[in-house]
């Protein structure tokens, strides 16, 4: 079965500096997103992007992030100036259209 | 807005036992309203998704669960629990579209005892 395959698995970062995070969803998805999960707590929605375009956007998802397509296959998060609350794991969907999402196995953020 | 709100964070049953998880949801237009769970150091695998066909629904694993509108719930159930179906679970709601965004609730760890 079609995976979403996201990385790295554990991503460990100096507070301030940039940080990629990476995601090739499934092939013929057509609607991506990330969310996040810090520690204990819920998953949240950062945002969601379809025909190369931001379709929505959470107030997490502030000037700090940015999601690009650079090509047909990888879909990308990037943290400009990562923060210590910036720990969480990062999970990586992608959809058809009227159909669930499917989710990645994450990527595990530490800023120290 | 929707949200979700998952009574019990962390629920414990024997095994072969009734599983019980409750999610009750809030949504100012009719939801799409889903399962999923997760296994340590793993994704989130979808159980079952409710979009306004049948309100009982049938997922993976013998999981399965009843949208009802007037209590606002959809809780999931399954009547012999197993060990491997140790996990956390997570109901999360959508607008129409499940290309909207999840909102998803709190999380009930499942423990399932010998």
């Known amino acids: 079965e079609p995976e979403v395959t996201q990385t790295p698995s554990h991503q460990v970062t100096q507070m301030g500096q940039e940080v990629i995070l990476r995601c090739v969803p499934i092939?013929?998805?057509?609607?991506f997103y990330w969310y996040r999960q810090i520690l204990g707590q819920k998953v949240e929605f950062l945002v969601s992007?379809?025909?190369?375009?931001?379709?929505?956007k959470s107030e997490i998802f502030d000037d700090q992030f940015s999601v690009e397509r650079p090509d047909g296959s990888n879909f990308t998060l990037k943290i400009r100036s990562t923060k210590l609350e910036d720990s969480a794991m990062y999970f990586c969907?992608?959809?058809?259209?009227?159909?669930?999402?499917?989710f990645g196995d994450g990527t595990r953020l530490s800023i120290l | 807005a929707q949200s979700v709100t998952q009574l019990g964070s962390h629920v414990s049953v024997s095994e072969g036992a009734l599983v019980l998880l409750r999610c009750n949801y809030s949504s100012s237009v009719p939801p799409y309203l889903f399962w999923y769970v997760q296994y340590p150091n793993q994704g989130l695998q979808l159980l079952l998704k409710y979009t306004s066909a049948a309100t009982l629904v049938k997922g993976i694993n013998g999981f399965e669960a009843e949208f009802k509108k007037s209590e606002t719930s959809f809780h999931l159930t399954k009547p012999s629990a197993h060990m491997s179906d140790a996990a956390e679970y997570f109901c999360a709601v959508s607008v129409k579209g499940s290309a909207r965004q999840l909102t998803f609730g709190s999380g009930t760890q499942l423990t399932v005892l010998p």
């Open positions: 969907a992608s959809t058809v259209g009227e159909h669930p999402q499917h």
């Open positions: 092939s013929n998805h057509l609607y």
């Open positions: 992007f379809y025909n190369n375009e931001i379709s929505e």
